[in-house]
């Protein structure tokens, strides 16, 4: 009786031990998930604000008027920063990786762009490309010249620390459906 007692205790806990883990890779896998379409949402509102950024610097660069005295873009830069509370710096770079023209927040007065972003920036086969870390969204848009070649790169940052709070209720509420669960 003793044997069957500790065949069975082991087997009982093995399968809890499996189960833990399945549930684990299931909460992970969804937390990862949901990272993955946030910065995918606000990844399409950044995608709107660099598309009308884009046309106004086409726009300069048709004129020959240097980006640093076209009040009207740096105007733009501006507003389309003031539209969305979140972001906190807009830049163009060239293909070389200087910053032309850069809006930032009032806390800062000047973002310096991470080199793995303006590598990302100039060596990306997307034109529409999208850097993240652990509190920056970075998203851009490659510019490209009268010959398509490639001329810098729009970059807008984004603080992701406001949607901090959405993440910890994701987080909790993961957690529920998975004790439940068990």
């Known amino acids: 009786m003793r044997a069957f007692f500790e065949v069975h205790l082991r087997l009982v806990i093995t399968v809890w031990v499996i189960l833990m883990s399945v549930l684990g890779l299931l909460y992970l896998m969804n937390y990862m998930k949901f990272d993955s ?14 598309s009308s950024l884009d046309t106004s610097i086409q726009r300069v660069e048709r004129l020959g008027i240097p980006f ?14 003031a539209r969305e509370s979140d972001v906190t710096a807009i830049s163009l770079i060239d293909n070389n990786g200087r910053v032309l023209l850069q809006t930032t927040s009032a806390v800062n007065s000047s973002t310096a762009i991470p080199e793995d972003v303006i590598r990302r920036a100039l060596t990306s086969n997307e034109q529409r490309w999208l850097y993240s ?5 970075y998203s851009g848009l490659q510019t490209f010249g009268d010959f398509n070649n490639l001329t810098g790169s729009l970059v807008i ?19 529920e459906a998975t004790v439940v669960i068990f």
């Open 133 to 137: 870390d652990d509190t920056k969204l």
């Open 68 to 81: 640093h005295s076209a009040d009207n873009l740096i105007e733009q830069f501006d507003q389309a920063k």
């Open 37 to 50: 379409l946030m910065s995918g949402v606000v990844s399409s509102k950044l995608d709107v604000i660099s």
């Open 157 to 175: 940052e984004y603080d992701k620390t406001a949607l901090f709070g959405v993440y910890a209720l994701v987080r909790l509420h993961l957690l």
